[in-house]
Nanobody, 114 residues
Framework: VQLQASGGGLVQSGGSLRFSCATS????????MGWYRRALGKQRDLVAQ???????SYADSVKGRFTISRDNARNTVYLQMNSLKPEDTAVYYC?????????WGQGTLVTVSS
């Protein structure tokens, strides 16, 4: 199982970024996919999640600004982040559960400057 995330970087407050996470080794179509983040000195928290049926859920802090989506043909999940704030600065991870355990992407740093 591999989750390969890409798309992080440095952006000014109010800017946008888009993450993608390409997967292999899982039955992507049936998996719930998620994005988590860990800010410096804090625990890793769920940011957004999308079920196999396309239902989405978001942390209150990102509702209305972030959008999670999936492309089952490409086995890829996306996170579109708009109106970024300095408090969104964190390492972002894609995630899924498969074969009885969680799997994580390698982590992608987002830095939002004020």
């Amino acid at each position: 199982v591999q989750l390969q995330a890409s798309g992080g970087g440095l952006v000014q407050s109010g800017g946008s970024l888009r993450f993608s996470c390409a997967t292999s080794g899982i039955n992507f179509r049936i998996n719930t996919m998620g994005w988590y983040r860990r800010a410096l000195g804090k625990q890793r928290d769920l940011v957004a999640q999308i079920t196999s049926g396309g239902s989405t859920s978001y942390a209150d802090s990102v509702k209305g600004r972030f959008t999670i989506s999936r492309d089952n043909a490409r086995n890829t999940v996306y996170l579109q982040m708009n109106s970024l704030k300095p408090e969104d600065t964190a390492v972002y991870y894609c995630n899924t559960d498969s074969r009885g355990r969680p799997w994580w992407g390698q982590g992608t740093l987002v830095t939002v400057s004020s």
